[in-house]
């Protein structure tokens, strides 16, 4: 008598495959959506470096920071030349990022600045944290709601760390802009 066998995969073994590759691709999601992030992250904290570097060389031609006002007044639209720091940034060079909001902090004399976005979106509403540069970091001078809130070190605050510099910057509205994208732009808020 002979044998019969067949040459194909059991339920079983199907299902164990099928799990296997729901698993992989859970991973790989994840992974990708980590990517992103930090993608949106690094663009932010680019768009904030590259306002810091031209505050700088304005500072440098008119030994004080421009007045305090909103990052798009400050920046403004690409050919727009009243802008103080169009002059330091090559013309629709900059690059906010996904979307964020963007603050700009001076002190009253105009010698230390601080320049923040938020890496969760609009008003940081995925909670993600706040991103800051500049040269104000341990001045307590910096104009209100901030004054007395210290900020001690360039980098992201934690909202669960750093809550009160956190809710200073993310409550300061004079010298907020939000960024929609690089094909929306500024909206002021």
């Excluded at 902090?105 to 993600?128: A, H, K, N, P, W």
């Excluded at 040269?135 to 001690?152: C, H, I, M, W």
């Excluded at 360039?154 to 009160?164: Q, S, V, Y």
Aim: include cysteine.
């Amino acid at each position: 008598m002979k044998k019969t066998s067949y040459k194909a995969l059991t339920l079983i073994e199907m299902l164990i495959v099928m799990g296997i590759i729901i698993i992989l691709m859970v991973v790989g999601v994840s992974a990708a959506r980590f990517a992103i992030n930090r993608a949106n992250d690094i663009a932010h904290q680019n768009a904030v470096t590259q306002i810091f570097q031209s505050l700088m060389a304005y500072y440098t031609d008119n030994r004080k920071y421009p007045d305090p006002q909103n990052p798009q007044t400050l920046i403004g639209t690409p050919g727009n030349t009243s802008a103080p720091l169009n002059k330091y940034m090559d013309e629709g060079s900059f690059k906010g990022g996904t979307p964020a909001s963007y603050v700009y902090m001076v002190d009253d004399l105009r010698q230390s600045v601080l320049i923040c976005v938020t890496l969760g979106g609009i008003d940081d509403e995925t909670g993600r944290g706040i991103f800051c540069d500049g040269n104000a970091f341990g001045n307590p001078d910096l104009t209100t709601p901030t004054s007395g809130t210290n900020f001690t070190k360039k980098g992201n605050l934690d909202p669960t760390i750093d809550e009160t510099a956190y809710n200073a910057i993310l409550g300061y509205a004079d010298g907020t802009s939000d960024w929609y994208g690089d094909a929306t732009g500024w909206s002021q808020n």
